[in-house]
């Protein structure tokens, strides 16, 4: 009789056997179904994720964009402050420029009034008086050294205001060299996209820089600068302003004082010639005086001389006389008059 031989293993049941495939089909459909719920959720999660990261994008760009608008509109505001700083930087320079030159003018006239006084000192005698002429010169210095002292005192104002605008020019300057490269930056910021190679992952990217400055206290830097900027150039305009009405002024009355001082010559001039006249009219009369009287002083001593001779006539007449004899010697008409005796030397 033949043999079978047995598999020495452990022997289930039927129902065992379909109780372990219902077990397998069982655990099969659920883990199907929890698979299912996670790709739904996985594309619920995708599609939230991308249209988040779209619309961050989308944003993102869209403030980018705004600020580099904001950006550009304070470049362009600092452009158009920076030309009239410039403008206003040249113009104050001229103005400058132009008052040292009336400063530079006011020697000439100094001069020529310290040269007049000098040589007025030269007249002699009674004519070394204190008239209006030496006042007026005296009043023309002090004038000149007044405005000269008014205009260098505008030219050291003009001076400082150029400082304070250099200065300026100088924040401005910097300030606008800062929006130029933030607005490179930002630029090159808003032309990439996820296919630009030159972009990578970074080591914290969210931090916050040192130094880095809030909106609003950017926005008051610029504006400070700009205010400061238009302040400084009222100034400029107004300190410009008063420089010319100085100019003006200052050649006014140093054109008062000239036109005073030529007057008070001219003035002079005339009362000398009048007095230089009288005495020339003086002097002549005198000489022709004088003339005339040593003619008579000629004359009179021609007398004199006759005077003499006629008076020895008579003495020697008389004289003769006075030998007649006895009662001839009579006091008769015959030389009762004599000449009058003139005073000089004894008759001979």
């Known amino acids: 009789m033949t043999t079978v031989s047995v598999k020495p293993s452990q022997r289930f049941q039927l129902s065992d056997w ?14 199907r179904d929890a698979s299912h719920q996670i790709r739904q959720e996985a594309r ?17 760009r869209t403030r980018l964009a705004e600020r580099i608008d904001t950006v550009n509109r304070w ?11 410039d403008a206003e930087i040249d113009a104050l320079t001229q103005m ?34 204190n008239d209006t002429v030496e006042d007026e010169l005296h009043k023309e210095v002090e004038v000149i050294d007044a405005t000269k002292k008014a205009l260098q005192q505008k030219i050291d104002q ?22 130029m490269e933030t607005l490179e930056i930002d630029r090159g910021c808003l032309s990439l996209n996820v296919n630009s190679p030159n972009i990578s992952l970074k080591v914290n990217p969210t931090r916050i820089p040192n130094g880095s400055s809030t909106l609003q ?15 400084e150039m009222k100034a400029a305009i107004e300190l410009r302003e008063t420089i010319a009405l ?22 002079r001039l005339r009362e000398r010639e009048k007095v230089y006249s009288e005495l020339r009219w003086q002097e002549k009369n005198t000489l022709e005086e004088i003339a005339e009287l040593q003619e008579d002083i000629r004359h009179l001593e021609e007398d004199l001389r006759r005077k003499f001779l006629s008076l020895k006539l008579s003495h020697t007449r008389l004289e003769s006389r006075s030998y007649r004899p006895n009662v001839e010697l009579c006091r008769d008409q015959g030389c009762s008059r004599c000449p009058t005796q003139a005073p000089g030397p004894a008759a001979g």
Request: glycine fraction near 0%.
């Open 18 to 31: 379909y109780t372990n495939s219902y077990l397998l089909s069982t655990n099969a459909e659920r883990q």
């Open 44 to 60: 619920v999660l995708r599609n939230e994720t991308n249209n988040q990261t779209i619309w961050d994008e989308h944003d993102n």
């Open 75 to 85: 470049k362009e505001m600092l452009d158009k402050c920076l030309t009239d700083l």
């Open 96 to 129: 400058k420029e132009s008052a040292e030159q009336n400063l530079q003018a006011k020697n000439l006239p100094l001069d020529v009034a310290i040269e007049c006084l000098t040589l007025r000192d030269r007249r002699r005698d009674i004519d070394v008086v």
């Open 158 to 179: 003009a001076f400082e205001q150029l400082c304070l605008l250099q200065e300026v020019r100088q924040q401005l300057n910097c300030d606008h060299r800062g929006k």
């Open 217 to 231: 206290q950017w926005d008051d830097f610029s504006q400070f600068s700009k205010n400061r900027a238009e302040a």
């Open 246 to 267: 100085t100019i003006a002024e200052t050649n006014n009355e140093l054109e008062a004082q000239r036109v005073a001082t030529e007057f008070a010559f001219r003035k």
